[in-house]
């Protein structure tokens, strides 16, 4: 059974920056591709990044391209979401979530088989 704990998120003003991570336990890590997704209130979880076994591969939306990066150290079973200039809009609940291998542009939630509990990320205007 695969645990995975977010820790990383808090408040920060515009233009900030945040590094979340994920470690993760009681499974093969090094061979799940993982991924951050992030749900506000009201709105659709969606996916934030993700990253293929390897680390070589990696996919970001449109909402995310160019200000976030994922990364992973299998050594460590830890995953990081690099976050910067934040804007308001990217508040929500974090979270980190794994699968066992398939395409990294799968961007649906149900896709994913392992999820943490989340952790709240707040941006100020």
């Known amino acids: 059974q695969v645990q995975l704990v977010e820790s990383g998120g808090g408040l920060v003003q515009a233009g900030g920056s945040l590094r979340l991570s994920c470690a993760a336990s009681?499974?093969?890590?090094?061979?799940?591709?993982m991924g951050w997704f992030r749900q506000a209130p009201g709105k659709e979880r969606e996916l934030v990044a993700a990253?293929?076994?390897?680390?070589?591969?990696?996919y970001y939306p449109d909402s995310s391209k160019g200000r976030f990066t994922i990364s992973r150290d299998n050594t460590k079973n830890t995953v990081y979401l690099q976050m910067n200039s934040l804007k308001p809009e990217d508040t929500a609940v974090y979270y980190c979530?794994?699968?066992?291998?398939?395409?990294?542009?799968?961007?649906?939630?149900?896709?994913?088989?392992?999820w943490g509990q989340g952790t709240q990320v707040t941006v100020s205007s």
């Open positions: 979530a794994g699968k066992s291998g398939g395409s990294i542009y799968a961007n649906k939630s149900r896709l994913y088989d392992y």
């Open positions: 009681g499974g093969t890590f090094n061979n799940y591709v």
């Open positions: 990253i293929s076994w390897t680390g070589y591969s990696r």
